[in-house]
């Protein structure tokens, strides 16, 4: 998936970065044999960088839009405040039970609070104010998901958003797809919004980072 950066030197900063918890390398491995679309799974490299940043910020509340079989979510709580919460959304019910598996595994069953449905209904139903948000769900729905967190982030919070340069799909200006064009788009407008800092990382897939000012 990522042609942005020479496979070598990938493969070099992979080697001497921090590696993959076991945990997740049992999670990684059943994802892959046992659920459909494994390509959707957060990369074990990715992963790190989501634990180092949640290490940093040691957040209070993180909500997670886009769950899979929880591989994110695990990653950021290694850096969650001890009496720390994490919401995750997923419109998968089937995907629980392996979620389940590996919280309870992980020891953080009891910090990780489940919803199951369309998030667009589920977000203004949390009454809480997050100082981490992780965006990885249906592409499509960025700007929607956007205008529905903006207001419940705190001011120095973070808004991490996965898969914005779409495998390079975003340079290319003739015969964009729906999802390609609404990524487009939702570069511009966190770039623009005066309430965010934004900065794009090309890794894997491309990953944005923006602070809440």
């Not at 019910?93 to 020891?107: A, C, M, P, T």
């Not at 199951?116 to 249906?138: H, Q």
């Not at 770039?191 to 894997?204: E, F, N, Y």
Request: contains cysteine.
């Amino acid at each position: 998936m990522n042609e942005f950066i020479n496979k070598d030197i990938l493969d070099y900063v992979e080697l001497n970065s921090q590696q993959e918890p076991t945990l997740l390398k049992e999670l990684n491995k059943e994802t892959h044999l046992k659920i459909l679309n494994p390509r959707m799974l957060c990369s074990s490299y990715q992963g790190r960088v989501l634990s180092i940043i949640s290490k940093i910020i040691k957040p209070k509340k993180v909500l997670e839009i886009g769950t899979y079989t929880g591989y994110s979510a695990l990653c950021i709580a290694e850096g969650l405040d001890k009496n720390g919460i994490i919401h995750t959304i997923d419109i998968n019910e089937e995907l629980k039970e392996i979620q389940n598996k590996y919280f309870k595994k992980s020891g953080f069953e009891n910090q990780i609070h489940q919803h199951i449905g369309n998030a667009i209904e589920i977000i203004p139903k949390i009454n809480e104010c997050f100082d981490f948000v992780y965006l990885d769900a249906d592409k499509e729905n960025y700007d929607k998901y956007l205008d529905l967190v903006i207001d419940k982030i705190v001011s120095g919070g973070v808004l991490i958003s996965d898969n914005v340069l779409w495998s390079g799909k975003v340079l290319n200006n003739k015969n964009k797809d729906l999802i390609t064009q609404k990524l487009i788009e939702f570069n511009q407008l966190v770039k623009k919004d005066k309430r965010l800092d934004t900065i794009i990382l090309p890794i894997r897939d491309g990953i944005s980072i923006c602070r809440k000012i």
